[in-house]
């Protein structure tokens, strides 16, 4: 059968590509199962809402199916309205973590004939066979729909693909894959780079943090890793790459068994990851060095141990700090991610945080939290009524650099402000350190991340906290 997938795009700005690799997979296992199938790239090929759906409707599709973060919840309900206009009876389906976390939203507001749950590979196969077949689909294991009461309705679960090996690679070559391998990369490289995925899950339990893989980790075999990482070298020529995982760092044999065959076979070829900070040590971060890491990202989120309980973070700020100083001192680059506006946060928690920003001397952007559906603080907000109209919620969302729900007792400009203030306080003190070598450094690599909007956001943010450096 004809499908044809649908990646929405981020929005208008401009800024660095992200290979979508959930759709990349789903289009893979399509393709084994003998579907014809067509992307259509909002974001890869920059198009616009008219184009997408000019294109979509050019390929007779018997399958639409969309894709995208939970974010982009707003342009799959704009292109499935418009669709839907053009060609009534086609079959629509969307699969995410927001498809899978908020179904009646998706089922009810775009007019998708179902949705699928969690991991899409088997199911969309199975799916799309049912539907040309003029079978009963709702026996599909792994979906949701909505009955005639409007109800939502799920079939049985779809068990988790044991062995990940046995997925088929991504389908990079249906998308104008040279957009993205040439696209700025998240790590601020400026080289040809493409990611692969190396394993799925998390056994952590951060309340702000949905996995749509769960608990339990599953790891494809180091060896069809670089296997993958060697085709993407003499297919794309890339220079650099990365793990998307849930959490790369989850087990160190696996790591290090990585490190060694990367070494063995793609020396000169640098990458980065994704990385926990009680899931380090020196001897795997030497490990890693040696076999071309040179920027690890770790999601700190705050400096007060107060706050990182609230978060259930299983971790102490003092760990967060070693972990960073150890990985600089290996040669490989640490960087944290943070976010202010956990419920508890208070002056002394932000207070706490910018200290240790300037102990660790790192800056980074600091986001607000946001409840994601799936997430422990998502069925917080809603029980406490700061989430009234989850659509309208949804709707809102973008990269969390606005606030959207206030977790705290500060009112909202309050909590904005203190946000200002941290983040100008961190920045400066981290510019001022070494200011000729980090003042440019910094301002491209936030026009990079955050596009024209977040480095004019971030500017501002600076000067505000050099003219109200006293406030908080
Ligand atoms: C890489 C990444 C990014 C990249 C972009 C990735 C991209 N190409 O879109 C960047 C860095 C830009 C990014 C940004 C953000 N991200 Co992000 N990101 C990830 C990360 C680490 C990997 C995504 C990935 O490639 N996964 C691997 C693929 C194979 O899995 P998958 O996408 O889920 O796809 C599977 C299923 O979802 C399903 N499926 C997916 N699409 C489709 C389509 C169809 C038709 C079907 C049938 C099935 C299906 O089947 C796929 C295969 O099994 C995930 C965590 C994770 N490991 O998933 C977070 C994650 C998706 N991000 C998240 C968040 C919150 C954000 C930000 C809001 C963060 C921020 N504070 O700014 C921003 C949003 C920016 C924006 N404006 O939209 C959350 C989403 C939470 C939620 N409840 O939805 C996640 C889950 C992290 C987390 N654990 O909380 N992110
Ligand atoms: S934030 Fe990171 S460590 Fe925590 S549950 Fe999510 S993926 Fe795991």
């Not at 062995?163 to 894959?177: G, Q, R, T, V």
């Not at 200290?355 to 986001?367: G, H, S, Y």
């Not at 973008?398 to 909590?415: G, P, Q, R, Y």
């Not at 000067?463 to 450096?469: D, E």
Request: proline share 4%.
């Amino acid at each position: 059968m004809r499908v044809t997938l649908v990646y929405p795009s981020y929005g208008t700005e401009q800024h660095s590509l992200y290979f979508p690799f959930g759709l990349a997979y789903v289009a893979s296992s399509l393709l084994n199962a003998g579907h014809e199938v067509t992307v259509v790239d909002m974001e890869g090929d920059r198009l616009s809402v008219s184009e997408a759906v000019r294109r979509t409707v050019d390929s007779s599709p018997g399958v639409v199916a969309f894709g995208g973060m939970v974010t982009r919840f707003r342009y799959v309900k704009e292109l499935a309205g418009l669709i839907r206009g053009e060609m009534p009876g086609v079959f629509m389906v969307a699969g995410n973590s927001g498809a899978t976390t908020v179904p009646e939203i998706y089922l009810k507001s775009c007019g998708l004939d179902c949705v699928v749950l969690g991991e899409g590979e088997v199911t969309a196969a199975e799916l799309v066979f049912a539907v040309e077949e003029a079978g009963d689909w709702r026996q599909v294991p792994g979906i949701a729909w909505l009955d005639d009461d409007g109800l939502v309705q799920k079939s049985a679960p779809r068990e988790p693909v044991a062995d990940l090996d046995s997925l088929p690679w991504p389908a990079w070559d249906l998308f104008h894959i040279e957009n993205y391998v040439s696209s700025m990369d998240h790590r601020q490289k400026k080289v040809r780079h493409l990611e692969a995925l190396a394993s799925r899950g998390c056994p952590f339990n951060c309340v702000y943090c949905y996995r749509i893989y769960g608990r339990n980790v599953r790891r494809r075999s180091p060896e069809a890793i670089v296997a993958e990482l060697v085709e993407l070298v003499k297919l794309y020529d890339i220079r650099y790459t990365g793990f998307p995982d849930d959490l790369f760092t989850s087990d160190k044999k696996f790591v290090m068994e990585i490190c060694a065959l990367m070494r063995e076979k793609l020396p000169g070829i640098k990458w980065s990851c994704l990385g926990r900070v009680n899931t380090v040590d020196r001897e795997m971060l030497e490990t890693m060095k040696n076999a071309g890491c040179d920027w690890i990202s770790y999601g700190i989120e705050s400096g007060c141990d107060r706050m990182l309980e609230k978060m259930k973070r299983g971790v102490t700020a003092k760990q967060c700090l070693d972990a960073i100083k150890l990985t600089e001192s290996v040669g490989i680059h640490a960087e944290g991610s943070f976010i202010i506006g956990m419920y508890g946060e208070t002056r002394d928690s932000v207070k706490r945080t910018v200290e240790f920003c300037r102990e660790a001397d790192i800056t980074a952007p600091m986001l607000f939290v946001t409840p994601y559906p799936g997430t422990a603080i998502f069925s917080m907000a809603l029980e406490r009524g700061l989430i009234k109209d989850v659509e309208e919620f949804l709707m809102r969302m973008n990269a969390a650099d606005e606030l959207l729900v206030n977790l705290t007792d500060f009112t909202d400009s309050e909590l904005i402000e203190l946000r200002d203030w941290a983040q100008g306080t961190i920045g400066r003190s981290y510019l001022f350190k070494k200011p000729f070598t980090r003042i440019p450094d910094l301002l491209w690599k936030h026009f990079k991340l955050r596009g024209a909007r977040g480095l004019f956001h971030d500017m501002r943010a600076f000067l505000a906290s050099v003219l109200f450096r006293n406030r908080a």
